[in-house]
């Protein structure tokens, strides 16, 4: 299947910055009609407007319900359907579980898990009248290979693996595919949103993939309707390392983080 984008009606959550904004400068000129959703109402405008075509902009907070129920409400008015959800919005918390928090684990499944999995029960049946429908969930790397100092994230992103790859079953009844995005280290402005910023080790987000390769990289795979795509050279070996020898991984990375914490 070859997905074009022409007229396709594509809601992209965390559209404000970072991956999100790259997505819908990639989809704009393809010809998709896009509904952005993020809490930063200005940014959004910003974004919006310098789109060939604009976009419909609806300030959303995902966690809350009232916000996902008008962000697919509006779309349906202004747009008369919906044919791709693409859920990307997301926060992180870079530090040790052990002295972290129970708010901050609440929080970051809230906006990375609970908040897409909910926006994709009440998208479902307004998917199944779309064409060629599809959502699109962007995790990450920490959600094939959980990483130390990211432990909530990287529950959070599991979660998202683990309800993509069962909804895939239950969605086929519906022809509405799922796939699911899986990317390293991006230079975006996700370090700058962390809810806690200590852990130890030196992380070069300025060495990242530029947001626009990402994008260009979620694009690809949803024309060519691809079920999980590993973004970034860091992904690739680190997951095929870690497929074969899971228990290498483990050791260098405990001692690595032990060596770490005794250092400071
Ligand atoms: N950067 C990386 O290294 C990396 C690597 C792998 C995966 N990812 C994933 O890629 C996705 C995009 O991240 P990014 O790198 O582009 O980071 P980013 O620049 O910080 O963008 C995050 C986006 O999420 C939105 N957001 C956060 N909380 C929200 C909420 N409660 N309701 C609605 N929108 C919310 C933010 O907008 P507002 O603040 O305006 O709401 C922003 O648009 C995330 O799911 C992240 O986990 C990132």
């Not at 791709?84 to 970051?108: C, K, P, Y």
């Not at 779309?130 to 990483?147: D, H, I, L, Y």
């Amino acid at each position: 299947m070859t997905r074009e984008f022409l007229g396709k009606r594509i809601v992209i959550t965390g559209a404000s910055s970072g991956i999100g904004k790259a997505l819908a400068q990639h989809l704009a000129p393809l010809g998709a009609r896009l509904v952005l959703a993020a809490r930063s109402e200005d940014k959004l405008k910003a974004v919006a407007d310098a789109l060939p075509g604009g976009a419909l902009i609806v300030p959303t907070d995902i966690t809350k319900e009232s916000d996902r129920r008008n962000l697919l409400d509006r779309t349906v008015d202004r747009l008369g359907g919906l044919d791709v959800l693409i859920n990307n919005a997301g926060i992180a918390s870079w530090a040790h579980f052990a002295d972290s928090t129970e708010d901050i684990l609440r929080q970051i499944m809230e906006v990375n898990f609970f908040a897409p999995a909910e926006l994709i029960r009440k998208a479902i049946p307004i998917l199944t009248q779309g064409v060629e429908p599809a959502v699109v969930n962007v995790a990450s790397m920490c959600g094939r290979r959980a990483m130390p100092a990211w432990s909530e994230y990287s529950a959070s992103k599991y979660a998202v693996c683990g309800l993509t790859e069962a909804l895939r079953g239950e969605l086929a009844r519906f022809d509405i595919d799922i796939l699911l995005m899986i990317p390293g280290l991006t230079k975006s402005e996700f370090s700058q949103h962390f809810l806690r910023s200590e852990g130890k080790a030196n992380i070069e987000y300025d060495k990242g993939m530029p947001p626009e390769y990402v994008a260009e990289r979620i694009v690809q795979s949803l024309r060519k309707n691809k079920t999980e795509t590993w973004i970034g050279s860091d992904t690739n070996w680190m997951l095929r390392i870690n497929r074969w020898f899971p228990r290498l991984v483990d050791y260098l990375v405990a001692r690595k983080v032990t060596k770490l914490y005794a250092a400071h």
